[in-house]
């Protein structure tokens, strides 16, 4: 699933339709049955893939959308252009881009205080609206022949603790490899699991293993798989993993939430602007703050400690699926209301300001 797709589909049935009107606007063709899942969700969906910013703009201009919502920021395929003729009085980014737009019609971007903390507010172009508890919501997989099963940690059965990471080996940068290698020499014996697609090819395994040596670390500390079979096999596939590693400064998102239904905790390195956030704002929002390192030493003893204390591995395993299904970030019922207290927020500083142009 797409990773956008993934937290918004959660969220849409649970918006209250009596007060919110929702309309999705399509820009591409393609479909799956996540696209019909959202059609069915959605009081409108528009197909703008075929239009030009213009004949977009009139569409939605003809829906009298009160706010619009840009789920793509300057990735792929955006209509940031779109935006930028502002074809809804309020207007706000959310999701797909963690960052600013820069973009002066985008008035707002949706986050919350550990992605965007007070006083960060000059480094983007929107007003930050932060969300009381965090600012997206998991969607958990709905998987036919999904086995539920939580296994235990696996340094019960191997003896060594396993870290491990399935994020794009692009979010793994020098300063990351680094600080794995230290939290590898920490904990003797431990493994390091990388999982990603590139990985099927011996060249990129050959040049990711020479990372790790520069460092000193032997290519047997590492296990490299490439990406599993199916979304139910990737799943499973945690059960090898005790516990996660975050890179930086590009923090995980969607791998970091699988890694919570699965039980298995992780540790992040919080940065200074809100790709290095994210990873403390999912953490703190599940109880699992203490986790949160401020620099790479705290980082190399967090993981050391959190792996030299197997009993807390086995409660975490035990009791993080519960945590993350009740805490904000998978509650989608609460997420809900905030979300739209949220947008009704905008709403009416909107209309206050149309007012008071009226007045003078």
């Not at 003809?62 to 300057?74: A, K, P, R, T, Y």
């Not at 600013?100 to 000059?122: K, S």
């Not at 995980?252 to 992040?268: L, R």
Request: hydrophobic share 40%.
């Amino acid at each position: 699933r797409h990773p956008v797709a993934q937290f918004l589909g959660h969220l849409l049935p649970q918006f209250d339709r009596r007060d919110v009107d929702i309309r999705l606007y399509a820009n591409q063709a393609k479909g799956d049955n996540i696209t019909a899942q959202l059609k069915q969700d959605a009081d409108g969906w528009h197909p703008i893939h075929d239009l030009d910013d213009s004949a977009a703009e009139q569409l939605i201009r003809s829906h009298e959308i009160d706010v619009l919502i840009d789920l793509s920021g300057h990735t792929g395929g955006n209509r940031m252009p779109l935006f930028a003729r502002r074809p809804a009085p309020v207007q706000a980014a959310w999701l797909g881009y963690s960052g600013t737009t820069g973009l002066a019609a985008i008035d707002y971007i949706i986050a919350d205080e550990n992605v965007i903390p007070p006083g960060d507010e000059h480094h983007f172009a929107e007003t930050p609206l932060r969300l009381p508890d965090v600012y997206l919501c998991y969607d958990p997989p709905n998987l036919t022949g999904f086995t539920a099963t939580v296994a235990p940690p696996p340094v019960l059965a191997n003896g060594f603790v396993t870290f491990g990471t399935y994020n794009k080996l692009d979010k793994v940068s020098d300063a990351t490899v680094a600080c794995w290698a230290a939290v590898l020499k920490a904990v003797p014996d431990s493994r390091l699991l990388l999982k990603a697609k590139p990985l099927e090819m011996d060249e990129v395994r050959q040049a990711t293993a020479a990372r790790f040596a520069a460092h000193g670390i032997a290519v047997e500390r590492l296990l490299l798989k490439s990406q599993t079979a199916s979304a139910l096999l990737h799943f499973q596939s945690y059960s090898e993993i005790d516990i996660c590693l975050d890179p930086f400064p590009y923090n995980g998102t969607t791998t970091t939430c699988d890694a919570f239904w699965m039980g298995v905790p992780m540790v992040t390195l919080v940065g200074d602007r809100f790709i290095s956030r994210v990873g403390s704002s999912l953490l703190r929002a599940v109880g699992l703050g203490d986790l949160v390192a401020e620099n790479v030493e705290d980082y190399v003893a967090i993981a050391a400690r959190l792996a030299s204390d197997v009993p807390r591995l086995e409660r975490i395993r035990a009791s993080l699926r519960h945590d993350l299904l009740t805490s904000p970030l998978g509650d989608a019922p609460r997420f809900a209301r905030s979300f739209e207290a949220a947008l009704r927020q905008t709403w009416r500083t909107w209309c206050a300001t149309q007012q008071d142009r009226a007045a003078s």
